[in-house]
């Protein structure tokens, strides 16, 4: 079974410096999809970024950008410049490829420091 | 992005009772829908994935006779917490992919909170 692990329950940044956060799964599939999202207090989840396990380039989104080492089953999240309203809860999740499977990880509460 | 609506967004009610929750789809076909549950400052727990047209799929250790997934048309699914207790109380949160997105693309509803007295 799927399985998606992210081993900080809670980070803190201060504003304007970077963070990174850190997630691992477990998959048998060669053929799948990595996601970063976002759960403000609002508990909308909102795509912070997306990665196709069949890409070897890192996916970039301004100053969201991720580690994907796939071998190692590794996708961090690297947020540069850290502003006031990157504060939420972080979940890494996976998808397989049929996309009838979507798993999430435990979730990383990220605080940011004026 | 495409829209996916979930009502209602807050539902009280007494123990015993039935809730139903609706998850639409309002631009676009969701064939597939997942039903979360979340607790407090807890990650998404998957409760079942439903097919339109097809029985919900169950993950391991949630009651299909408890929580009732109906997905009979491309653009609604529905969740129906029935004989509802207190244990129940949560956020249940939608989402869905389908024809015309890529596989993997989901959109998530904004979520039902679910508070039983």
């Known amino acids: 079974a799927q399985t998606v692990t992210q081993s900080q329950p809670e980070m803190s940044v201060q504003e304007a410096e970077t963070v990174t956060l850190s997630c691992t799964y477990d998959t048998s599939e060669s053929d799948y999809y990595l996601f970063w999202y976002k759960q403000p207090p609002s508990r909308q989840m909102i795509l912070v970024i997306r990665q196709e396990a069949y890409k070897q380039q890192n996916a970039t989104e301004n100053r969201f950008s991720v580690n994907f080492q796939k071998a190692a089953k590794s996708f961090s999240l690297k947020i540069s410049d850290s502003q006031l309203g990157d504060a939420a809860m972080y979940f890494c999740?996976?998808?397989?490829?049929?996309?009838?499977?979507?798993?999430f990880g435990t979730g990383t509460s990220l605080t940011v420091i004026p | 992005g495409a829209v996916v609506s979930q009502h209602p967004s807050w539902v009280i009610c007494k123990s015993g009772t039935s809730v139903k929750i609706e998850c639409r789809s309002l631009?676009?076909?969701?064939?597939?829908m997942f039903w979360y549950r979340q607790f407090p400052k807890q990650s998404l727990m998957l409760m079942a994935t439903s097919n339109e047209g097809s029985k919900a799929t169950y993950e391991q250790g949630v009651e299909k006779d408890k929580f009732l997934i109906n997905h009979a048309s491309l653009t609604l699914s529905t969740l129906t917490v029935t004989s509802a207790h207190p244990e129940d109380s949560s956020f249940y949160i939608c989402?869905?992919?389908?024809?015309?997105?890529?596989?993997?693309?989901?959109?998530f509803g904004e979520g039902s909170r679910l508070t039983v007295l």
């Open positions: 999740a996976y998808i397989s490829n049929t996309g009838n499977q979507f798993y």
């Open positions: 989402s869905a992919t389908g024809t015309g997105r890529d596989t993997g693309e989901l959109f």
């Open positions: 631009d676009f076909q969701a064939t597939t």
